[in-house]
């Protein structure tokens, strides 16, 4: 199975996957099993194109030709890669979750929400395996308009307005910013292809480079940079296995990926340098980062706050990106994966406080931990894991974008880092506290256990898994380090 | 005093009729007189094409003696096509007049603003 | 008589033969509508043919008459009137084959035959446009389209159509006549009428300040047909109170004839021997082409109707195509032809669909089609897509020409971000217009009508609307991603048309 | 002496569209666009234009008025004056004016032989018109010829104005627009009471259409051809019907016959163009009709003006069938 053929099939067969779900809507258990099997499917696909980029080939497939100078064609390097992985295999764990909640929740039309789903990881491993800006931007907008269903699928007036702000600003900032940008880079760089050391170098001058990169950060809405984060709390409506999708592995990741992807292979570390809106962006970043943090401390809605809680995590990874520098991209790539361990253990935890205890409120889980031990331990390593405490994967992923930061001479990032992994603590600690060690509120009725397994499974899975990637780091570090030939240090 | 002493005549003429033409089709609110104001707007167009064909001591394009070389004769060309656009015209103004019945039967009148006042109405 | 020698003028003989005929035999049940259909189909036939030939040996010529060009009247079929035949022949097919049923309900059985026969006509008058090479022969056949679209449009079913009609004939007529004129100034200083042979005598004018009042009555005659901004008053309402198939066929091509034709003139004749008319385009054309889109885009959006939406719509639309031209540059021009073949191709998926709805809920008006998407999903599902398209997003028809405007803006520096800025801000609000439509459709729940199962008159539409309907919408997405027809045609004729200006 | 006359033909074409313009009365003002036609007319014989002045008298003086008296008599007789704001179009069409009037002294002065219009096409169509179709009347060699496929589409045009009307007047009148019982009579039965108009009436019809074929079949040698004979036609019809009351000439001259007559003439015209593609030469190229190149483009003018000829009056005869018989149709 050579690897060019593998990359096809990883996107058809998500696509076979939504079709056969739409077909078998009517008996919900074959519908599941296609559910599952797809997610499988996608997840062996991925893993068999590992070895090969591990050893620093680059399998491509081109698909069609648009214009001259215009196609969707795909090619899988290191970035693309850790993003194809996380996304797919959390993407089994989210199935089995959804199809629990579903069920433990009896929500309606389930077949749309499944098939959207599947649409949807078939965009998010596509962006992950474009080749050019031209195919990252064409899924990025299938990726908007499959998810737009599950935002809005309760169908009730505020999951009609949250869904409306969830398209507005996504449809708004990519064809608002993000197309001009790219047909700007494509008129005067010649070509759109993700070639290492980008391709601006001699063709856009400084001026002009700056402008292009303020419309390409602030184009890329899934990176939820202030003021265009309005739509992440915004998609709160949607039932948690969504929010899980959305807040954890696939949108927006795809967004902080994009970033990553243009800022290192569209503009090159070096020629980014020169820019001077690397700073601003990077300074807006940062502001981002804290001024979340403190709105997250004031959210009661525990899903709010974990919505805020992934607005500020996000803008290390595009903190990372703007410090242009090699160590701090490594960093920005690992957190993609230490932030999706952690943050889809939350969000799994609190669909699980929901279905089994009905409680959204974080000053309602007092005393919780007695009842439903398991998920708030595995909330524990979560938010530990977000925070970058030690026996955690976050670490590592702090730690080298802050030693980016010094590489980039920008000390003073680190006193920024320090504060938000402070604010962390601060918003994600009190919920383990209260359910752990505070009494159980009077009134509350005996009947609350455990979630159902179906929830409980997945949610500890990805709780150990953020705690193997404490000790597994290093192979996700050389991966990261194959992005830039030559470095290797 | 010669014929071309004329001159520039016609043409002020032309443009001066384009203008009642086009006035009456702006501004009037009857729908019949409103056709016959684009009637006379298309009979200002056939008057500029006719006053170019004419030529100084020319008679008419027919040779009714086999032509001499030394004769002149006037330019047919503007005449062929003011014959097929004065057609054109009666054609439009006979669409417009049965429209312009239809419309009286449906809405009792051929004003505009009462026309617009019984849509409103509806 | 080798056929291949005659396609230029066969494409326009053949409806024109069959229209004296069809309008003479009495009609009875779908034989009109079938004559009507076949005509059409033949003549989308030809078309392609012809494009086949134009591709290959680039401008085809035919001398009528047997006489040479300047003393007779000649055809000459450039790669633009190629595409342009194209666009009129199949909107014509498309919106035949789409609509017998909807016909008969809106305009009843008696006198189809005599409505068929002017749509021939009006097929006949605008393929006559696009293929003759004479100037007076352009507004011949301008009235012939004209005269047969009056008609067409009279024979709506309410009687607003006739007020709507009378309004769209005082501004044809007023806008062909002074098209008239301004060939009549144009003949006056270079004394032919063949468009080609007319650039090349304007080289030694010598008074330039009648042929500027020529391009000037050129300019505001075809603006007026071709409803471009300030003059669009009539548009609106000719398309929604016309019989649904006659607003498709004229929504997809017919305002693009006028547009057609002025590129002709301001590209071929004016612009190389003019120095006044050049700022005079950019001058006047671009503001109102701004205008056009950001209003037209604006009125969509607070308009109710879905077919008066769709005419707005159009405005904006139109805007896009002269603001492409009046960039004065080869890209602008690719842009602009790219976008005459594309908008074709949304404007007359987005009318189907309205037109399906409205034939199986006899309203076209928003408010009271709520829930429509569940119970006619397939339609609404196809309104979605060709709307999808109209916004521009990828792997669309809409996309392509967005594509290229948005690089063709970008050649012109700062004023190019300002354009820039128009385009976005009315492509964004083409995104609130069409959400709007699907937020009634999608998540209203229907209303409860008495029968039970899918409510009374709002089942999905009948067999045969479906699939035209969704062969027209899966050609928008084709033609985003198999660009070559209309690009080639495009690259083809910017050359020509630029005359080796930059 | 003629420019006198020019003069004065001139100023009061213009003092005519005033006139139109301004009266309120809208059987005044159709009355007063009929002299405007022949005022323009008059104009078009002293600018040796013979065969468009016959044209406009018969059509725009002639058809026209008739149309605009049957359409008024069935709408409204006066004008409610209630204008739109008149100074804003004033103030614009004041302005495209003066450009006209700046722009006119660039002009060529009229009859100035040395004007680009006599240089380039027109002395091509003198000289050669003798040589290739030997037809006197260079107007008809160029309008059937020459040009032939502009007089095609102006036959379709006219064609699709008949079509037109048939089918917006296919619709009977609402009843409560019905004229009442014996209103409709008496504007039917036209002016049977008026004995000495009556029989100058019955003289004059006969000769009308006679010099309507004249008119028609002498084309090539004198002023007229197809338009102005169809509309002399028309106009005999016409007359007919005003005499003897409409519902006569609808019985004489029946509508669906029209309609296929004119049918036939339009197919007469196209099919003469396709016979010749048929015979090798290019669409309507009449010299491969017959032998000698000239006697076929002789016998194709000749079939090509009928065509028109006879497209052009059974239109006209069948709008006004169809405009005078409203009210009982």
Redesign the interface.
């Known amino acids: 199975m050579n690897d060019s053929a593998l990359i096809p099939l990883s996107m058809g067969v998500p696509l076979l996957g939504a079709l056969s779900i739409a077909l078998t809507g009517r008996s919900p258990f074959l519908r599941d099993g296609f559910m599952i099997a797809s997610a499988v499917g996608v997840f062996a696909c991925v893993l068999g194109l590992l070895p090969t980029v591990q050893a620093g080939g680059r399998p491509s497939a081109h698909l069609l030709s648009i214009m001259p100078g215009l196609d969707l064609a795909f090619s899988v390097e290191p970035l693309g890669m850790i993003f194809a992985l996380v996304a797919s295999g959390l993407w089994i764990l989210t199935s089995i979750y959804a199809i629990g909640y579903m069920r433990g929740a009896e929500e309606k039309n389930q077949t749309r929400f499944f098939a959207c789903f599947s649409i949807a990881i078939f965009a998010a491993v596509g962006i992950a395996f474009a080749q050019n800006m031209f195919t990252l931007f064409v899924l990025y907008e299938v990726l908007s308009l499959s998810t737009y269903p599950l935002v809005a699928h309760k169908g009730n007036e505020e999951a009609k307005r949250g869904a409306r702000t969830y398209l507005g600003v996504l449809l708004g900032t990519s064809i608002g910013l993000l197309l001009p940008a790219m047909i700007a880079t494509w008129w005067l760089a010649g070509s759109l292809e993700f070639q290492p050391g980008g391709i601006m170098q001699g063709q856009v001058s400084p001026t002009v480079g700056s402008f292009l990169l303020l419309l390409y950060m602030f184009g890329i809405g899934k990176a939820a940079l202030m003021p265009f984060h309005r739509w992440l709390p915004a998609a709160m409506v949607a039932p948690t296995p969504v929010s899980a999708l959305l807040h954890a592995v696939a949108v927006v990741k795809a967004g902080v990926f994009s970033v990553l992807k243009v800022s290192t292979y569209l503009f090159g570390l070096d020629y980014l340098e020169t820019l001077w809106t690397s700073d601003l962006v990077m300074w807006v970043a940062a502001f981002t980062l804290l001024s979340a943090s403190l709105v997250a401390m004031q959210k009661t809605n525990l899903k709010a706050r974990l919505a805020y809680s992934t607005v500020s995590q996000l803008s290390y990874i595009v903190l990372a990106a703007m410090l242009a520098s090699q160590l701090a991209v490594v960093g920005g790539g690992m957190h993609i994966v230490m932030h999706a361990f952690g943050k889809i253990t939350l969000f799994f935890c609190a669909g699980a406080i929901y279905v089994a205890a009905h409680k959204t409120e974080i000053h309602e889980m007092d005393g919780l931990g007695r009842k439903m031990p398991i998920t708030l331990f595995a909330f524990l390593l979560g938010a530990l894991s977000v925070i970058g405490a030690p026996p955690l994967g976050g670490l590592w992923s702090k730690w080298h974008i802050m030693l980016g930061a010094v590489d980039a001479g920008h000390a003073l990032l680190i006193g920024v880092l320090l504060i938000s992994t402070l604010l962390n603590m601060a918003y994600l600690l009190p919920p383990v506290v209260r359910a752990f060690l505070l009494p159980p509120p009077k009134g509350t009725p005996e009947g609350i256990e455990e979630a159902p397994l179906m929830c409980l499974v997945p949610l500890s899975l990805t709780a150990l898994g953020a705690l193997t990637l404490f000790f597994m780091a290093d192979p996700l570090r050389n991966l990261m380090w194959t992005i830039f030939p030559g470095a290797g240090t | ?24 089709v ?8 409103r ?3 684009l ?2 707007f298309q ?1 200002a167009a ?2 500029l094409y ?15 003696t ?2 001499q070389p030394g004769d ?13 656009a ?10 417009g ?6 419309i ?3 809405y ?7 026309i617009r006042e019984v849509d409103r109405q509806a | ?1 080798s056929l291949v020698h ?1 396609l230029p ?1 066969l494409v326009v ?1 053949v409806p ?2 069959v ?3 069809l ?2 035999v009495p009609s009875r049940g779908h034989l009109p509508w079938l004559i009507a259909s076949l005509t059409s189909l033949m003549t989308f036939a030809l078309a392609i043919g012809l494009t086949g030939q134009v591709l290959a040996h680039g401008t085809v010529t ?6 040479p060009v ?4 000649g055809l000459a079929v450039s790669p633009l009137s190629a595409l342009m035949l194209l666009v009129i022949t199949g909107a014509s097919l498309m919106a035949l084959l789409w609509g017998p049923a909807s016909m008969t309900s809106e305009v009843g059985h ?2 189809q035959s ?2 068929y ?2 749509w021939l ?1 009006a097929l ?2 605008l393929s ?1 446009i696009a293929v003759t090479g ?1 100037a ?2 352009i507004f ?2 301008m ?2 389209s004209s ?2 679209s ?2 067409m449009v ?2 709506g079913p309410k009687r607003q159509a006739l007020t709507a009609t009378f309004k769209y004939l005082i501004t044809g007529t007023v806008g062909a006549t002074f098209y008239l004129i301004g060939v009549g100034y144009l ?7 063949n468009v080609a042979d007319m650039a090349v ?1 304007l080289a030694d ?1 010598s ?1 330039t ?2 042929v500027l ?1 020529a391009s000037g009555f050129i300019l505001v005659g075809l603006a007026l047909k071709a409803a471009l901004f300030p003059m669009h008053a009539w548009m609106p309402n000719a398309y929604r109170f016309a019989p649904t198939p006659v607003a498709i066929f004229f929504a997809a091509c017919s305002t693009k004839v006028a547009l057609f034709v002025l590129i002709r003139f301001d590209f071929l004749i004016l612009m190389p021997h003019l120095p006044g008319h050049a700022d005079m385009l950019i001058g006047l054309l671009m503001p109102l082409s701004v205008a056009a889109m950001l209003v037209g885009s604006t009125v969509a959006i607070f308009e109710r109707d879905l077919k008066r939406m769709l005419g707005y719509s159009s405005v904006a639309q139109i805007g896009y195509i002269v603001l492409a031209f009046s960039l004065l540059s080869t890209a602008g021009l690719t842009a602009a032809i790219v976008h005459i073949f594309n908008h074709g191709l949304i404007k007359g998926a987005l009318f189907m669909a309205v037109g399906t709805l409205v034939l199986r809920t006899g309203t076209s008006r928003l408010d009271d089609l709520p829930g429509i998407g569940k119970t006619m999903p397939l339609t609404t599902l196809a309104f979605c897509l060709a709307g999808v398209s109209l916004i521009g997003v990828p792997l669309t028809a809409g996309f392509i020409s967005k594509w290229y405007l948005i690089s063709a803006v970008l050649e012109h520096g700062s004023l190019g971000l300002v354009l820039l800025g128009a385009i976005l801000l009315s492509s964004l609000m083409a995104v609130v217009y069409i959400w709007k439509v699907v937020e009634v459709a999608y998540f209203r729940d229907p209303p409860a009508e008495s029968g039970g199962g899918t409510p009374l008159g709002r089942r999905e539409a009948p067999l045969g609307m479906m699939i035209v309907l969704w062969i027209v919408v899966g050609a928008n997405f084709w033609f985003g991603l198999d660009t070559r027809l209309p690009l080639g045609l495009a690259n083809m004729e910017a050359p020509l048309l630029m005359g080796g200006q930059r | 002496m ?2 006198v006359l ?2 004065f033909t ?2 009061f ?2 003092i005519a ?2 006139a ?2 301004q009266s309120r009365n ?1 059987f005044v ?2 009355m007063w ?1 009929c002299i ?2 022949l005022m ?1 007319a008059a ?2 014989l002293i ?6 002045a016959l ?2 008298a018969a ?2 003086a002639g ?2 008025t008739v ?2 008296m ?3 008599s ?3 007789e006066h ?2 004056v ?3 704001s ?1 100074w804003l ?2 103030l614009v ?2 302005l ?2 003066a ?15 040395l ?8 002395p ?3 000289s ?1 018109t ?1 040589r290739l179709i030997d037809i ?4 008809t ?3 059937a ?10 036959v ?6 008949g ?9 009977s ?2 009843k409560n ?1 019905q004229l009442s019982g014996e209103g409709v009579a008496e504007r039917v039965r036209g002016v049977q009471h008026h004995a000495i108009l009556r029989v100058a009436g019955k003289l004059i019809i006969p000769l009308l259409m006679l010099f309507a074929l004249v008119v028609q079949f002498h084309g090539e ?3 007229g ?1 197809g ?1 102005s004979a169809g509309a002399l036609f028309a106009a005999a019809v016409m007359l007919y019907g005003i005499l003897e009351g409409a519902d006569r000439s609808a019985k004489a001259m029946p509508q669906d016959w029209m ?2 007559l ?3 003439g ?2 007469l015209y ?1 099919g003469v ?2 016979v010749c ?2 015979l ?8 491969v009709l017959s032998s000698k190149p000239v006697a076929g483009q002789q016998l194709g003018i000749l079939l090509v003006e009928f065509g028109v000829g006879l497209t ?1 009056s059974t239109v ?1 005869i069948m ?1 006004f069938n ?2 005078a018989n ?1 009210s009982t149709y």
């Not at chain 2, 004065?86 to 669409?95: N, Q, S």
């Not at chain 2, 009792?108 to 009462?114: K, L, N, Q």
């Not at chain 3, 300047?70 to 009247?73: E, S, Y």
Request: aromatic share 12%; proline share 5%; net charge negative.
């Open positions: 005093m010669s014929i071309n002493s004329l001159g520039l005549y016609n043409y002020w003429i032309y443009g001066f009729v384009l203008v009642i033409g086009l006035y009456a702006l501004v009037k609110g009857n729908y019949v007189k056709m016959i104001g009637s006379i009979g056939f008057l006719i006053t170019m064909d004419k030529i100084e001591g020319g008679t008419g394009p027919i040779f009714v086999p032509p002149l004769f006037a330019n047919p060309l503007p005449q062929v096509l003011i014959l097929t004065i057609v054109v015209g009666i054609a439009v103004t006979a669409l007049l049965a429209i312009t019945i239809r009286k039967e449906e009792g009148t051929i004003e505009e603003s009462e | 008589m005659h003028i003989l024109m033969f229209a004296p005929l309008a003479a035919y001398e009528l008459g047997g006489w300047p003393f007779g009247i008696q006198h005599l409505l026969a002017s006509l006949c008058g006559g004479d007076f022969n011949v056949f009235e012939i005269l047969a009056y008609v009279a024979a003949y006056m200083m270079t004394g032919t009428l005598r004018v008074s300040m009648p009042i | 003629i420019t020019g003069l001139l100023t074409l213009v569209a005033l139109t313009v809208l003002a159709s666009f405007f036609s323009m104009n078009f600018l040796d234009a013979a065969d468009v044209t406009e059509v725009g058809v026209s149309l605009f049957g359409a008024l069935l709408t409204a004008e409610h209630r204008e739109r008149g179009p004033a069409l004041g495209l004016f450009v006209l009037f700046a722009a006119s002294f660039e002009q060529p002065r009229l009859g100035d032989p004007a680009p219009v006599h240089q380039h096409v027109a091509f169509y003198l050669e003798p006197p009347n260079v107007v060699a160029i309008l010829s020459f040009r032939g496929y502009d007089t095609l589409g102006e379709l045009v006219v064609f699709t104005a079509i037109g009307v048939l089918s917006v007047l296919s619709f009148p609402k627009q040698y004198s002023p051809g338009f309609l296929r004119a049918a036939l339009a197919m196209i163009g396709i593609m048929m090798g030469g290019n669409f309507l190229d009449y010299s052009v006209l709008i169809a405009i409203r």
